[in-house]
Nanobody, 126 residues
């Protein structure tokens, strides 16, 4: 069964850091681009970042550039999102997703991704 499972969410103070992980089962990630998305209450799901199958290309939404870093470890079938200097507006459910393509190009769009995890809650508050 194809499955993505996120972990690492929680409560963090403004300015703090968290690292999200997403482990895949039933699929080998080597050949696929991966992405992170988020959805805040009452808002549409938005793209945060993506990474190509090789890890050689990454894209970020403007609102996380310089603060978030996406990475992958294909040997562990895992993708990560390191979040730093976090802000209250980063509060959302974060999802990882897989795209049946090797490429990560342009704006990170939910409609271009094919397999989704269940999400993990991230809350930034003092």
């Amino acid at each position: 069964q194809l499955q993505l499972v996120e972990s690492g969410g929680g409560l963090v103070q403004p300015g703090g850091s968290l690292r999200l992980s997403c482990v895949a089962s039933g699929v080998t990630l080597d050949y696929y681009a991966l992405g992170w998305f988020r959805q805040a209450p009452g808002k549409e799901r938005e793209g945060v970042s993506c990474i190509s199958s090789s890890g050689g290309t990454t894209n970020y939404a403007e609102f996380v550039k310089g603060r978030f870093t996406i990475s992958r470890d294909n040997a562990k079938n895992t993708v990560y999102l390191q979040m730093s200097n976090m802000k209250p507006e980063d509060t959302a459910v974060y999802y990882c997703a897989l795209r049946f393509s090797t490429l990560c190009e342009g704006e990170v769009m939910p409609g271009e991704f094919d397999l989704w995890g269940q999400g993990t809650q991230v809350t930034v508050s003092s």
